[in-house]
């Protein structure tokens, strides 16, 4: 692992060039952020002056204390002299927030700024990044300005408009990183580094396209990489890629390689936003999600749905032992189905869920529940989530319903228990998950 | 058409066979819901008594009026013989709610059943049937308990329990139907209907199987149909099979040719529940979804994805003549997109929003805009909500993110603004209904 990854991702004194109390500005914001959380910042903008009550220095050379890392927000033709200065200062992290290079079409001057990074041994993340936020040490060199709190995701990004709609989606991240146009730091170093990142639990990439020199490497280290990793690939059919930034030397045009080098990766690759942060959500929370399930419904229809949508998606269901079936006629009408899905039929009150969870409790041929739940006339919405929450093993629960469902939504919304409003939406993620 | 469904779902007085004061019962929600509605409703029980303030008749030959429909909520095996009675009454129409017919196997009595509603000149819904909701004419005969307002979506559904999911979670339907076990009326007889229903905009069925008998008219009713109708079939698995109930003879249990026969009837087949209702929310509220997308995004990496989306789901782009990106040029920095995806950067205001729209309501090179809106740090998310809603087209927004786009989707809420948290969701959704 390039070791400055880590001493970027964990600075302790920043450096804002573009410092300046235009709101409008990411130098405003980035500032405000460090400042806010209490990082001890210091803003570099030729004018000079004051923002948020602290002095800004016209030159970093002004600065007495030894900084970590530089945030540079300036216009991209003023970034290769802030890296020889910062350089002189002996800084060794930047992050170039500034556009303006490669997704503009100036492939020759993004070329300049990787070789120059290089060149004075300086960890660069960028150009165009929108920075990035690590909860655990509240830095946030974004310009995000909700909260975060503290979670088991991290998130690496090739977008950092995606980034913003991401966190403000998802709140709670153990790291979120904008990579940019990664003339330096590439995915590769970031995953090796969130590897080892004891507070990670899973991994999310958002990518665009990779650069054929780190094709290798990425493999390498998705291979090696100790947490579970999940990528969504965007840019897939023509008019995708059209749309996507140029990249000189992608891995390749053709759709479909992405997903065979995911594969070979181990990585497991998801079709959308929603799909990718859902999946993620099961491996921040289990373990590992083991064995079959065992699927309990009151509304047959959705029974017959899901199964499907299991057998679709490949996730093994247990297979009902007569033992099993023998215990359950007791609590249940004659008329149930005798096969797994369990339905406990639309008249099922809540005695009865008890009494069918209370034996389910039991037995061990299964490793997490599939619950689906209606608003049936019996149905008592608020005790039958209560039970769910009290189960051992994890729990996917699909509510089909509007205002009837929506108060048990609340309340199953802790570990363990993961809420679907579709059932395919859920097959899907178990599917990705097991 | 059978002038039966006509009459049966609008019938004016009612019978509730089962009538009864147990809360948990079906035969007291119906007869509650049914009194509520200010219909006109006799309960019959061979206990007599009261119910709600009612008295309940011990037989059907006591009531003094010419009664529309019977409604029967007793036990399958006391079901032959209140037909006779309603026969003799000259009641028209039935609806068996009583379970324990062919789906627990006893499908001699379910035939004799069909046969004797042939004979009497029954129209007979059922049995096993959830009942049906005519919203318009202020009709519930279902168990299902909550308001229901007026809509443009009649949901036939082979599922009682989904149904009460789904009425829940819409809302408002112009008419819902639960099929049962269709020894008499199926499916093509309530798609005749709701066709010809001035009140109904879009026609959604859940199909687990349809019987070999009626898999020809099935054909001919739908091509005929005047109104889209959406499908969504369970059962295409064997697992799937196996947790649906066992039907005498389906049209075929191999997985694919119901699609096969859905696309030759002209039916739009659809994955999941949310999918089918989300497709018919835009049958609802635009008679013609036409020609191309014209793609708006303050964020370039959605606009990437949504390419790839509406290229997997075939849904045409406007191409940007030179014309129209010329005028554009004015009004968005030098490094905008200059594509469609029209990509106006993350750092655009309202300002520049009201720009690029002001110029797009001109174009008449597309039929309907996509826009994706991620929170960014200039974002004014509600009055760029509010500027959607006064676009002349149909607007498809994706919105990505938490507590910052939340306030937009209340204001979006409205008709023409389809809104959606996932770009692939929406985009699957404008290709099924376009």
Redesign the interface.
């Known amino acids: 692992m390039k070791s400055g990854v880590a001493s970027l991702l964990n600075a302790k004194r920043f450096v804002v060039f573009g410092a300046t109390d235009k709101e409008?500005k990411?130098g405003y914001?980035i500032f405000r952020n460090l400042l806010n959380a209490g990082k001890e910042v210091f803003g570099v903008n030729i004018r000079g002056g004051n923002v948020l009550g602290q002095r800004i220095f016209k030159d970093v050379g002004e600065i007495a204390y030894q900084v970590d890392c530089a945030v540079i927000a300036t216009p991209a033709k003023t970034v290769p002299v802030i890296l020889r200065q910062i350089a002189k200062r002996k800084i060794k992290n930047a992050i170039v927030i500034s556009?303006?290079f490669g997704?503009?079409g100036n492939k020759k001057f993004e070329e300049h700024l990787g070789n120059l990074a290089k060149e004075l041994e300086i960890n660069l993340m960028g150009p165009n990044s929108f920075g990035f936020i690590n909860p655990y040490q509240k830095i946030n060199t974004s310009?995000?300005?909700?909260k975060v709190s503290l979670g088991g995701i991290s998130f690496i990004?090739?977008?950092?408009?995606?980034g913003?709609?991401?966190i403000?989606?998802?709140?709670s991240f153990s790291g979120f990183v904008s990579v940019g146009n990664s003339v330096d730091l590439e995915f590769s170093d970031f995953i090796e580094y969130y590897s080892e990142d004891e507070k990670t639990k899973v991994i999310c990439l958002?990518i665009?396209s990779l650069e054929e020199s780190e094709g290798k490497r990425f493999l390498d280290v998705c291979k090696k990489c100790k947490k579970p990793i999940i990528a969504?690939k965007?840019?897939?059919?023509?008019?995708?890629?059209?749309?996507?930034?140029s990249h000189t030397a992608v891995i390749t045009s053709e759709e479909g390689v992405y997903s065979g080098v995911f594969k070979q990766a181990g990585i497991i690759e998801c079709?959308?936003?929603?799909?990718m942060f859902s999946v993620a959500n099961v491996f921040e929370n289990v373990e590992n999600l083991e064995s079959k399930a065992c699927v309990v419904t009151?509304?047959?229809?959705?029974?017959?749905?899901?199964?499907?949508y299991?057998?679709?998606n490949e996730v093994p269901?247990m297979k009902l032992e007569s033992r099993l079936e023998k215990r359950l006629d007791k609590v249940l009408p004659?008329?149930w189905?005798h096969?797994n899905?369990i339905?406990i039929l639309?008249?099922a009150?809540f005695a009865r869920e008890v009494d069918v969870f209370k034996i389910l409790e039991k037995e061990k041929s299964f490793g997490f529940y599939v619950v689906l739940l209606?608003?049936?006339?019996?149905t008592e919405i608020k005790k039958s989530a209560k039970l769910l929450t009290m189960l051992r093993r994890p729990v996917f629960v699909c509510l089909?319903?509007?205002?009837?469902?929506d108060v048990a939504k609340n309340i199953l919304d802790r570990e363990n228990i993961f809420v679907f409003?579709?059932?395919?939406?859920m097959c899907e993620v178990i599917g990705k998950a097991i």
Chains 1, 2 share one sequence.
Do not use: C, W
């Open positions: 409008e990411p914001v556009s303006g997704e503009v310009f995000y300005s909700g990004s090739q977008s950092g408009a995606i913003a709609g991401i403000d989606k998802l709140k958002y665009e969504l965007a840019g897939k059919t023509p008019s995708g890629k059209r749309a996507g930034r079709s959308s936003i929603k799909e009151n509304a047959g229809g959705l029974g017959v749905l899901v199964s499907d299991l057998s679709e269901i004659y008329n189905s096969n899905p339905d639309g008249d009150d209606t608003p049936q006339h019996m089909l319903g509007g205002d009837k469902v409003d579709d059932p395919k939406e």
